[in-house]
């Protein structure tokens, strides 16, 4: 049975054409020229202020933890969303501490809540008041800076990075913004939403090899992190030259096919899959509907642990997905999805609608077999 593989956040299968024959034939290519026109297309790409403002990094975990050492200090105070992954929060905490804790020094940040579609709490419903007055409210005389996960890796909402490029230029914040999972499936414009940071992952979205990691730096926080010795400072001693290969190649794909293009087919999946699954006795699907998001999906059911559905759908049907936190702890709290976690699915721009139906009747499968469903009415329908 051929496998499917519907983890494509942690495994992309298959990269863009190409991509593994870059990677393999790199040494013969001239590797300056390869490193700063892949440095060009990276910042054509998401619109940064140009290839010397980008740096290489070993993850984008790292390229998250040195920029966020590198631009506050102790005593200064940012705002972070409440979907961001456990290493944001990770390098948060090993400088500072969250607002209501007993810690003292560092960097203290406060988390913007959302709502259990994923989205930003930015407004109160129920008062005449615009947009931001949440957020607004959070501020802080030694409020320095506004961290944000453009997209979840969890439930796949797109948060609204302009909107809060806006709010961090008239407040004076560095802006950071996680970009690792949004390329290739969101347009970026680093240089018109006023971002200081952008963090890049070459997997996923953008089709190449997950080693492919690094962030740009507006000219503003290129200045904060060195100068004309930022990179000296923060890229990687040794450059991976396969992974820059591949995603030199695998950006000349995303560049040639356009990001609405590229994002359009795994919408299609996962409307396809929510219209499907949520006739499904038993299936709760987590995050927000068939808008503003990326080809992410989670869900939690009745009838078995997430675990044990992931291991079936692998030993009976050769569907690969993932189940736990998917490195999001805070996000998980924030959806209502803690401690249990979700069992999540990542499409792309390859999945066709074969394996949709496949995984449709994998799960019709799995609530007829337990003790929990009655079987017969709860056959998916349009």
Not at 178 to 207: E, R
Not at 237 to 263: D, T, Y
Request: aromatic share 10%; hydrophobic share 40%.
């Amino acid at each position: 049975m051929d496998k499917i593989y519907f983890n494509q956040i942690s495994v992309t299968q298959p990269m863009a054409e190409g991509v593994a024959e870059a990677m393999a034939s790199w040494e013969a290519m001239d590797s300056e020229k390869l490193v700063q026109e892949t440095r060009e297309q990276i910042s054509t790409l998401f619109r940064g202020p140009g290839a010397e403002k980008v740096v290489f990094t070993e993850t984008v975990g790292t390229a998250m933890a040195q920029t966020i050492r590198g631009l506050f200090k102790e005593g200064d105070h940012v705002l972070v969303s409440s979907l961001e992954n456990d290493e944001v929060i990770g390098a948060l905490e090993a400088i500072g501490h969250e607002t209501g804790s007993d810690g003292r020094g560092g960097v203290e940040y406060t988390k913007i809540p959302c709502d259990k579609k994923g989205q930003l709490y930015l407004y109160d419903p129920a008062k005449d008041t615009d947009v931001l007055t949440v957020i607004r409210g959070m501020l802080r005389p030694n409020t320095k800076g506004l961290i944000l996960n453009y997209v979840s890796e969890v439930c796949g909402s797109v948060l609204p990075v302009k909107e809060l490029g806006e709010f961090a230029r008239r407040n004076g914040l560095i802006f950071i913004v996680n970009g690792a999972f949004s390329g290739g499936y969101v347009p970026t414009f680093m240089n018109l939403w006023n971002i200081d940071i952008f963090t890049f992952y070459g997997g996923y979205g953008l089709l190449g090899p997950k080693e492919a990691c690094g962030f740009i730096a507006s000219e503003r926080a290129a200045e904060m992190l060195g100068g004309s010795s930022m990179r000296e400072k923060y890229e990687m001693a040794s450059l991976n030259m396969p992974a820059i290969a591949g995603l030199h190649r695998a950006l000349e794909f995303v560049i040639q096919k356009k990001v609405r293009f590229l994002c359009n087919n795994g919408l299609q999946m996962v409307e396809y899959f929510i219209r499907k699954i949520q006739h499904v006795s038993g299936v709760h699907i987590i995050g927000p509907g068939y808008k503003d998001r990326i080809p992410v999906i989670s869900i939690q059911t009745d009838f078995m642990p997430e675990s044990l559905v992931a291991e079936k759908l692998e030993k009976d049907w050769g569907i690969i997905a993932e189940a736990g936190f998917h490195g999001s702890e805070s996000a998980h709290r924030a959806l209502g999805t803690y401690p249990r976690g979700t069992l999540r699915f990542s499409f792309g721009y390859f999945t066709d609608i074969k394996e949709m139906e496949r995984l449709v009747k994998a799960m019709w499968q799995l609530t007829v077999q337990t003790d929990i469903l009655p079987s017969g009415s709860n056959m998916p329908k349009e």
